[in-house]
């Protein structure tokens, strides 16, 4: 059985469902401060606290017959790491060591992590790939490169076995519409958009037009939950057949502007989006692509959704039905 923390969030509750049609068990942690009840499926066990909790991670190693943790649970705005680093520390790290520890104690070393490209920090080159040197430039960066970290050591001085997913930008929600995106405050771009074009605001705000790209607007990776997904299901077989711990950078290797992702939403909603030239946002790079060779090399992942206008549509789909 697999231990899921923060399986009611985004990243996790796709991936749980992904779990579960690859025949998989799974108990869900989740503290709900961010995640969602109706997130998790009908018939998975979801086991409301903090992964901070010494004793309720005992309590769930004891009870549960638990060989992995995957796990999501954090915090991930970046500009609120910036004014509250504390809570960033406290909860990604200092938590995150508690939930290693709990593991040591019961004997399971198998770990699946939810990185970020945001451990990177500024790119020095395009698209970056696994060697690219890791400066993080604010404290969510930070707080997940910590655990990057301390994954090295345990997995020196205890055998943990680990694998680390670095995920470029995640977007898109699952194709059959149980489940999606839902963030309060929201403040990522697809889903911004996609509540521009019902009408729920007036307007998308570009952060910065003057960067040194072809349109001069930021360009990233999109990359889709499901990809992410499978992703998880296969850095764990990885570790369950005796494979290397490692890393991996997840993204399509295709970069969007914003203007672009503008554009190509407009497409998908059938309407047009009002747009406001906003000033740049304190800490975004001009350009975050990813290689992801290594992941489809080692792990045979291979990304199903190739193309921005398929991750946008059941992001559409998510916010024209939503449920939370
Ligand atoms: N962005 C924007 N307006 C918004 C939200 C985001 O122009 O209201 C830009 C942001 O500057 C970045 C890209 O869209 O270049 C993706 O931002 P998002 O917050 O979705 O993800 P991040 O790259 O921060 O993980």
Redesign the pocket.
């Known amino acids: 059985m697999i231990l899921v923390t923060g399986g009611a969030g985004y990243i996790g509750s796709h991936y749980v469902q992904y779990a579960l049609e690859q025949g998989e068990q799974v108990v869900v942690l989740d503290n709900l401060v961010f995640g969602h009840r109706e997130a998790v499926p009908e018939g998975v066990e979801l086991i409301t606290g903090d992964m901070g909790d010494t004793d309720l991670m005992n309590k769930i190693f004891t009870e549960h017959n638990i060989d992995a943790v995957v796990h999501f649970a954090a915090y991930a705005y970046?500009g609120e790491s910036v004014t509250d680093p504390c809570k960033y520390y406290n909860n990604n790290t200092v938590a995150t060591l508690n939930v290693l520890d709990a593991m040591r104690r019961h004997k399971v070393n198998r770990f699946v992590f939810s990185s970020t490209c945001a451990t990177f920090g500024n790119p020095v080159r395009v698209p970056m790939d696994e060697e690219h040197p890791q400066s993080p430039i604010n404290p969510y960066g930070q707080s997940k490169y910590f655990v990057e970290q301390i994954l090295r050591a345990y997995h020196h001085a205890y055998g943990f076995q680990f694998v680390s997913l670095r995920y470029f930008?995640a977007a898109g929600a699952d194709p059959k519409g149980r489940i999606g995106e839902s963030h309060d405050p929201e403040?990522?771009?697809?889903p911004?958009i996609m509540q521009t074009a019902q009408g729920k605001r007036q307007h998308?705000?570009?952060?910065?037009t003057d960067y040194d790209t072809p349109d001069g607007?930021?360009i990233?990776d999109y990359i889709h939950i499901l990809d992410l997904a499978q992703a998880h299901d296969l850095a764990l077989k990885r570790l369950r057949s005796g494979g290397e711990s490692a890393f991996y950078n997840l993204g399509t290797e295709q970069g969007y502007s914003?203007r672009e992702?503008v554009s190509v939403c407009e497409k998908v909603c059938g309407r047009k989006i009002a747009v406001q030239e906003l000033p740049r946002?304190a800490g975004?790079p001009p350009r975050?692509v990813a290689s992801a060779s290594r992941a489809k090399k080692e792990l045979g992942w291979q990304p199903r959704f190739e193309n921005l206008e398929e991750i946008a549509q059941t992001a559409w789909n998510w916010e024209t039905s939503r449920r939370y």
């Open positions: 970046v930008n403040t990522h771009l697809i911004l998308i705000g570009i952060f910065g607007t930021c990233r914003v992702v946002r975004d975050l």
